[in-house]
């Protein structure tokens, strides 16, 4: 996919943000349990990415140097892509723009936590250079990518 850009989260495109429409069996993979008690808020990176006038995707980051687990210091949190525009490339451009800005803020690592499932997200996490390390208490994935 082409022309691809990245635009901050806003109320002009928040609504179509919103409205993604993932393939079916992917909403249950959305948001691991993990995720909310070990982030603040305030330290989240929320951005949408368009490819051409079509807002194609969704991603939240995390940027928290004081995190009390080292895997939400630097971490993708949330990230959907139009079912359309799966495959693309959109994803991985996506994560690419994290880890440039997580780099940019001098950390050496961005992680990924995902849950498990036959249509869950581990073969593109690790498809783009996160490799395994771990586990949440949760029992959800913990994939760390060298920056």
């Excluded at 993604?20 to 808020?41: C, H, I, M, W």
């Excluded at 928290?64 to 525009?85: K, N, Q």
Aim: proline share 3%; aromatic share 10%.
């Amino acid at each position: 996919m082409h022309d691809l850009r990245l635009e901050e989260l806003n109320a002009k495109n928040a609504v179509a943000a919103n409205g993604l429409t993932l393939k079916r069996g992917q909403e249950a993979f959305l948001v691991p349990a993990s995720n909310e008690a070990y982030v603040d808020q305030s330290s989240t990176w929320t951005r949408v990415v368009y490819a051409g006038d079509e807002l194609v995707a969704y991603i939240m980051a995390n940027f928290d140097p004081e995190a009390r687990a080292e895997e939400y210091r630097c971490s993708v949190l949330r990230m959907h892509v139009a079912a359309t525009a799966q495959g693309q490339g959109v994803g991985t451009y996506a994560v690419d723009q994290v880890a440039a800005e997580g780099k940019r803020r001098g950390f050496d690592a961005l992680y990924a936590i995902w849950e498990q499932g036959e249509l869950g997200p581990e073969p593109f996490f690790t498809a783009i250079g996160f490799e395994v390390v771990g586990q949440t208490e949760f029992g959800d994935q913990i994939g760390r990518r060298p920056l």
